[in-house]
């Protein structure tokens, strides 16, 4: 079935130790779409400015990345520049451009309204409202967001926190809007607030999705070789939800909850080995389901 | 088959957001004796001074922990005194008082001298040579150690690391030792100079298990109540320990030692839920498998 995904296109300038460049294609939503699109038709809703390369467009369009919803406007592409430490666990800003991003107003294709997998990326919760008022009954809805968000429109961003099914963040920003240290009880009060699953992203320790009666931990797959965080996130998200839109009509269970997790640690273990979307964008089902075992084998163990 | 452990007893001074001790009970030697023994017999090595509890010594000794290399001297006890901020991940010392622990000369009694599993607490790395070379013909011997010996003391440590099996370190400690951020790089390093194994114990991230051909990553749990981490870590060393010197004389595999990893996990996850070693110490065998089935159920999934 078909995943909506409505969130930023950018150009990226990265410096990390491994190397550096220069406004190279970046963006969460390009992440998602093409990680997800391993799996399930994706309908992206963005915008981008002249400047935006055509062929990138329509490497997405080959994808089974729908960009009916991709407004090409007057203007320039997001830019975020930034730099990695050693560490790589943080992004540091340098500048932040949003050119055409800052008066983004997403507008659903008519054709997009009935999609029943939907996620909001990391946008303003005003318009992450305006959104959901235009989907007809999703079948699931899953929301992203950023400290800035949380700082900014506390009001607004619970308000819509809590009409989705799932809250996928990471584990600074769910401790900040929660006010809660621990993770399960931080997880709990969203699930108070209404989500029914919480997935939480640690970066290289992985992943923890909590939901009222399970708890499920998810190792991030220890690579030799890490050039780029940049993407792993929204790379993760990708690949969660797209294994769950895979599941179409199915009843979702905790076990398919699970798989999702590791499809998304699986594809966003690939997107860190290059910078930009070189990896991701040429990975085979073989590369996938590899990782997947390898997965399997980091885990495994018997009483 | 038994468990050789030399290492620290201490009294600990605590201060963190759930509470206030003053002198309680700890050190590396009493965490990892006292978890250790659910699964194995212990051979304890360590110091004390007249001021420790006789009844705590009785205690040890009732639970299948040898104290003939226990030495009582006069003086007093070594003193920890620290404080964990609302992120629990840190220790801050405020003051250490090593008292008799200063002049430290481990002796193994002659009963010792053949134990088949040997572990070297984080003490001297002198100090840990002197025990290899009056042990006869271990079965296996692991080796913690400390940010201070391995700025203080690196020649020896390195020729200490060179002669054990398994190095069992915190990641920060073996970043600092091998100089490697990269943990599976890191780990590659340690082997390089002799272990086969080595054990990467990330706090609430849970551990890393690393050996030439496998890796193995477990969560810890995530609780929704953690009192003090003091002793997590020699609490998991212990369990790790104790379930491998219960496989007795059969040949130990990958799953034995995954297994080990998780008796690890299990019980330090009940450690940190109380000051010093209130909770540790009144463990049932049902608790620890219990555990060891909410492990199970946390990281499990299908392909």
Redesign the interface.
């Given at each position: 079935m078909s995943l909506l995904v409505v969130g930023s296109m950018a150009f990226d300038s990265i410096r990390s130790p491994f190397g550096e460049v220069e406004k190279v294609v970046g963006g969460s939503a390009t992440y998602f779409s093409l990680a997800a699109s391993y799996l399930a038709p994706v309908r992206l809703v963005s915008v981008v400015g002249m400047d935006f390369p055509q062929e990138v467009i329509r490497m997405l369009g080959s994808r089974s990345i729908d960009t009916r919803g991709l407004v090409v406007k007057e203007g320039k592409t997001f830019h975020w520049k930034g730099y990695y430490e050693?560490?790589l666990n943080t992004a540091h800003t340098v500048t932040t451009e949003l050119n055409v991003f800052r008066d983004f107003e997403p507008v659903l294709p008519e054709e997009y309204r009935d999609t029943p997998y939907v996620f909001l990326g990391n946008i303003a919760p005003s318009l992450q409202q305006d959104i959901l008022r235009q989907v007809r009954r999703p079948k699931l809805v899953a929301l992203d967001t950023m400290n800035y968000w949380i700082e900014s429109s506390p009001g607004p961003l619970r308000e819509v926190v809590g009409k989705v099914d799932i809250l996928v963040v990471n584990e600074g920003e769910i401790r900040m809007l929660t006010g809660e240290?621990?993770?399960?009880?931080a997880a709990r009060k969203i699930m108070g607030w209404g989500p029914s699953r919480v997935v939480i992203k640690?970066g290289e320790?992985?992943v923890?999705h909590?939901s009222d009666d399970?708890?499920?931990?998810?190792?991030a797959y220890?690579?030799?070789?890490?050039f780029d965080p940049t993407g792993a996130g929204d790379s993760f998200a990708g690949g969660f939800m797209g294994y769950l839109a895979s599941r179409g009509d199915s009843e979702i269970t905790e076990?398919d909850f699970?798989?999702a997790?590791?499809y998304g640690s699986a594809i966003a273990s690939y997107t860190v080995e290059a910078f930009s979307t070189e990896k991701l964008q040429n990975l085979t089902a073989e590369d996938i389901?590899e990782r997947?075992?390898s997965f399997?084998?980091?885990?495994?163990?018997?009483?």
């Open positions: 050693y560490d240290y621990n993770l399960v009880k640690r320790y992985g923890l909590l399970a708890m499920f931990a998810a190792p220890p690579l030799e070789k890490i076990m699970r798989l997790t590791m389901s997947l075992g399997l084998a980091l885990t495994e163990f018997r009483i």
